[in-house]
């Protein structure tokens, strides 16, 4: 059965790349097998062909549902940019976006009907639709009429975007199922609502999945110390819950097949209250499956129920088969059934069983799901086993009282709020574990995301969990391996790091402005080892020492705000011996020279550049960006023309928004007071925490604008006894009349803005 499992996996991710390429290998697999089958055992030959069976459902499957799609009427009409009115069933959870043109929400809607052009059509397929605030009150399961402006989406599975939506109308409520589903949703949220943000946030995470009020730092510490898999939907979720329920049950007196039904309904319950998206339906199954490993014959069940599970979903919902949360979640359940048990075993040979099982099932989960985390992230959290075994007493209860709080406040209000209070208590202490261990020097390390260092891990993870119940059987060796663990999450290998290294980076920084002399070079801070450089500087090895003293080893992203000398000269720098995953600059193609020294920089280390997208937002690991100047790329997909003189790159920087572990910074360029006017209109009374002072802190300002951004902290990148008269005094005098705190490479050297959690810090490094 795990055979079939992987076939079925495999042929789902090669489907992908086309119908012609999958059932070409297929081909090719089938004839190796028939010329080598007189000599291999009957046996493997029937496994192999029911594995080539299965890949080949798989790779139908696939081809068939995006057939489907691309030959819908509505993916026709996105072709062609068409107007349109639908009627479907609301098929998610509204989510609010916040864009350029401001608060809008996301739902997902299965058709029924499509109207449009004076033709109305009957048909089928998944739309996303992107309109008004009004579309938050949608609830799940009603059918509504929407209409809006159709579009291509990038997304197989999905026939059309619908952009610019009305609002909607309704057509028929939802069915009790989804009314009863959204008012426990609500009764949660309303028994927590009383509690700190941080806790309301959680609670629902934790129940149900809800994450829509969980602050961006506790996410941001989850994902450093492996605990992101509390705030979604996953099996343990599914276990904690209908085990609750099982409990009750034979508490009750429920006794033999009546409890196979009460944990049945459970299951149906639980998919409900969490909804029936593919990544509900996945933790669910793959709950279940976790539930054989640490029975009788558990290891074989086990691996035998995964393979079924595996083969199962991807036949029904062939796109989970290319998702990361199903690879993550498929390789923790078997690392739970392969490497679980005989790690209890071991550990229990001086531990209490519970306690064994306690260490056990996220040790085990975490080693399997190294190396795809490592991939993703780009690093390796050193503090994901000690803060999984120390947050992890608290999920249950957390969970439970926090599912009680929702079902009894339906009733007694007053007793929900209690066991939401409870609740509250209980997450409280995975938020202080998450937080403790996030700020440890060294909580994560970095790790390339290429095939050679992924590969490497993939063998480390896999000797670890062959050697490691052979060591931990001995109560010496595990009391060793205990030790280690504690000095890893105190945080003692990074302390002694720091120390030796001057005590440079300082823990927690987000954003360091580079001293490279005369010039511009920013470090944004968006994982361990890995940071979104803006700008390069004038000197290759000024903006290459800065980045190895940070210890940058991935950049995602490479800004280049405009081409002048200044801040493009050192692009090699920061591209030497560093995985870079793109440039993007501004469409202004000027001048020459700087334009023609990055993209010889860029072609010779095999990255790719592109202008930036005006008013787009995005997220790149830790950070949230957007680009509120220039917005020449109107004009066109490709570079803008200028003069040829660079006299008008100035103002046709790149202007970034970044929010990063709650700190607020703008990051301006030399963008000079026509573009700052721009910059004015565009976002209103913007408040930053940290504002990069445009042009090197020249007289050519808007002061008054700069003023009312209200920074903190105002960082002025600017070269010794520069000819320039860089930085203005007036300037600087008007900054910290207002409140800010001005700092200076050319007297400061490198500075680092830190978040501590309550505000900005400033730390600076005299290299």
């Not at 909607?168 to 008012?183: E, I, L, Q, T």
């Not at 992101?228 to 329920?245: E, K, W």
């Not at 801040?567 to 995953?581: F, N, Y």
């Amino acid at each position: 059965m795990p055979v079939l499992g992987a076939a079925a996996w495999v042929g789902g991710i090669t489907a992908r790349q086309g119908g012609n390429v999958a059932y070409a290998g297929l081909l090719g697999l089938a004839g190796l097998l028939w010329a080598t089958a007189p000599r291999l055992p009957p046996g493997l030959v029937r496994l192999l062909l029911a594995a080539l069976l299965v890949a080949a459902a798989a790779v139908t499957g696939t081809v068939l549902r995006h057939d489907a799609v691309r030959g819908s009427p509505l993916h026709d009409l996105a072709a062609e940019r068409a107007t349109a009115d639908l009627v479907g069933t609301v098929v998610s959870d509204p989510r609010v976006i916040v864009g350029r043109a401001g608060p809008q929400v996301v739902v997902r809607l299965r058709v029924q009907e499509v109207t449009s052009r004076g033709r109305r059509l009957r048909t089928g397929g998944s739309v996303v639709v992107i309109g008004s605030p009004a579309w938050s009150a949608s609830g799940l399961g009603e059918r509504v009429v929407a209409e809006g402006r159709l579009a291509e989406s990038d997304e197989p599975g999905t026939a059309a975007l619908l952009t610019g939506a009305r609002d909607p109308v309704r057509v028929r409520g939802a069915d009790p199922w989804w009314r009863a589903s959204a008012a426990v949703r609500a009764s949660i949220r309303h028994a927590v609502a009383h509690r700190p943000p941080d806790q309301a946030g959680l609670v629902p995470a934790l129940v149900d999945g809800d994450d829509a009020s969980l602050p961006d730092d506790l996410e941001r510490d989850f994902r450093t110390t492996g605990l992101t898999h509390l705030t979604a939907v996953s099996g343990t979720n599914l276990t904690l819950v209908v085990g609750s329920l099982l409990l009750v049950a034979r508490a009750a007196g429920v006794r033999r097949r009546w409890l196979a039904v009460v944990g049945l309904a459970g299951i149906v319950g639980f998919v409900l209250l969490a909804r029936t998206e593919p990544s509900v339906l996945r933790a669910a199954v793959m709950g279940v499956v976790g539930l054989f490993a640490f029975g009788p014959d558990g290891r074989r069940r086990g691996l035998r129920a995964l393979g079924v599970a595996v083969a199962a979903l991807v036949l029904v919902q062939p796109d989970l088969a290319v998702a990361a949360g199903f690879a993550l979640s498929v390789l923790a359940t078997a690392g739970i059934v392969l490497l679980g048990p005989p790690l209890a075993t071991a550990l229990a040979r001086w531990l209490p069983r519970p306690v064994a099982e306690a260490i056990a099932v996220p040790t085990a989960a975490q080693l399997a799901c190294t190396p795809v985390i490592a991939g993703l992230s780009g690093e390796v959290s050193l503090v994901a086993i000690g803060a999984n075994l120390l947050a992890g007493p608290a999920v249950g209860p957390a969970t439970v009282l926090g599912l009680a709080g929702g079902l009894v406040g339906l009733v007694w209000p007053w007793a929900g709020r209690l066991c939401g209070t409870l609740a509250g208590w209980s997450v409280g202490w995975i938020i202080a574990v998450a937080e403790h261990a996030a700020a440890l020097p060294g909580a994560a390390v970095g790790w390339g995301s290429g095939a050679f260092a992924l590969g490497g891990l993939v063998v480390l993870c896999l000797l670890a969990g062959l050697v490691l119940p052979r060591l931990v059987r001995h109560r010496a060796a595990g009391a060793v391996l205990a030790v280690l663990l504690l000095l890893v999450v105190l945080g003692v290998p990074g302390r002694l790091w720091s120390a030796a290294s001057g005590g440079w980076p300082p823990p927690g920084w987000v954003l360091v402005a580079c001293d490279v002399g005369q010039g511009d070079a920013l470090a944004l801070a968006v994982g361990s080892g890995a940071a979104i450089v803006i700008d390069a500087g004038p000197d290759p090895r000024a903006v290459d020492g800065c980045l190895d003293r940070l210890g940058v080893e991935q950049v995602p992203l490479v800004v280049i705000t405009h081409f002048h000398a200044d801040h493009v000269d050192g692009l090699e720098g920061v591209l030497d011996g560093r995985s870079v995953g793109g440039i993007e600059t501004t469409p202004l193609a000027d001048p020459p020279g700087g334009v023609d020294r990055v993209r010889r920089a860029a072609q010779a280390a095999g990255v790719p550049v592109a202008p930036v997208s005006y008013g787009g937002t995005r997220r790149v690991g830790a950070a949230t960006l957007q680009v509120l100047h220039p917005d020449l790329a109107r004009a066109g997909d490709g570079p803008v023309e200028g003069p040829g003189d660079g006299s008008t790159a100035n103002d046709a920087s790149v202007v970034l928004l970044v929010v990063v572990a709650g700190v607020r910074l703008l990051l301006t360029g030399d963008v000079e007071p026509p573009g700052q006017a721009q910059v004015a209109r565009l976002v209103g009374d913007l408040d930053v925490d940290v504002l990069k002072v445009p042009h090197h802190g020249s007289r050519h300002q808007d002061l008054d604008w700069l003023t009312s951004l209200r920074p903190e902290v105002a960082l002025v990148s600017v070269g010794a006894d520069n000819d320039y008269g860089h930085p203005s005094a007036a300037v600087l005098r008007g900054l910290q009349g207002a409140g800010a705190r001005v700092l200076r490479t050319d007297r400061d050297g490198d500075v680092a803005v830190v978040a501590d959690g309550s505000g900005v810090v400033r730390t600076v490094s005299r290299e």
